[in-house]
T-cell receptor
Framework: DQQVKQNSPSLSVQEGRISILNCDYT??????FLWYKKYPAEGPTFLIS?????DKNEDGRFTVFLNKSAKHLSLHIVPSQPGDSAVYFC?????????????FGTGTRLKVLA | DSGVTQTPKHLITATGQRVTLRCSPR?????VYWYQQSLDQGLQFLIQ???????AKGNILERFSAQQFPDLHSELNLSSLELGDSALYFC?????????????FGPGTRLTVL
């Protein structure tokens, strides 16, 4: 049972345009969400997070939007740069559950074309 | 460089064998997490330790075990290895054991079971 789903395995975007990566979840107990970026031969690195008390969080070129009613979050990258080419994972956590684990999606490979 | 180190980087072994993967967390981090990433799969949470004690368990097989030592480094032991255990194994660390803490990932150990 995949509680966190990233239905697009890959995405190609032109440099300078907007990249939108999507993530859906099924567990209504999830209340904290994160995005991680992963380059080849490296471990994932934290990008941005959002708590369920917010519907938007922004950090430079990266914005995460959360739609709780739809159980959907998205990561917007504007403008996209070739260095953004990587695999992006979304992750979710139920902070009130008493456990401290993240559930990760399967990732979306973003390719930014120069 | 996340500050989390994992050894070895690569490991090739045969079915039925036993291996040990090692992780040193960032200085000051008390919590260690282990993840498995199989081909085209997301990061599957295996187990978490905090200051030497097991805190959360994911989909970890009975053939797998882990521990965290007094110096806070952690080892993941995989026994009776099967072909399907071939994967990237990541270790992550965080300061505390609460979900809001960002996890810092090591570069991973690639295990190949022949």
């Amino acid at each position: 049972d995949q509680q966190v789903k990233q239905n697009s395995p890959s995405l190609s975007v032109q440099e300078g345009r907007i990249s939108i990566l999507n993530c859906d979840y099924t567990n209504s107990m999830f209340d904290y969400f994160l995005w991680y970026k992963k380059y080849p031969a490296e471990g994932p690195t934290f990008l941005i997070s959002i708590s369920s008390i917010k519907d938007k969080n922004e950090d430079g070129r990266f914005t995460v939007f959360l739609n709780k009613s739809a159980k959907h979050l998205s990561l917007h990258i504007v403008p996209s740069q070739p260095g953004d080419s990587a695999v992006y994972f979304c992750a979710a956590s139920a902070t009130t559950s008493g456990t401290y684990k993240y559930i990760f999606g399967t990732g979306t490979r973003l390719k930014v074309l120069a | 460089d996340s500050g989390v180190t994992q050894t070895p980087k690569h490991l090739i072994t045969a079915t039925g064998q036993r291996v040990t993967l090692r992780c040193s967390p960032r200085s000051g981090d008390l919590s260690v997490y282990w993840y498995q990433q199989s081909l085209d799969q997301g990061l599957q949470f295996l187990i978490q330790y905090y200051n030497g004690e097991e805190r959360a368990k994911g989909n970890i097989l009975e053939r797998f075990s882990a521990q965290q030592f007094p110096d806070l480094h952690s080892e993941l032991n995989l026994s009776s290895l099967e072909l399907g255990d071939s994967a990237l194994y990541f270790c992550a660390s965080s300061v505390r054991d609460i979900s809001y803490n960002e996890q810092f990932f090591g570069p991973g150990t690639r295990l190949t079971v022949l």
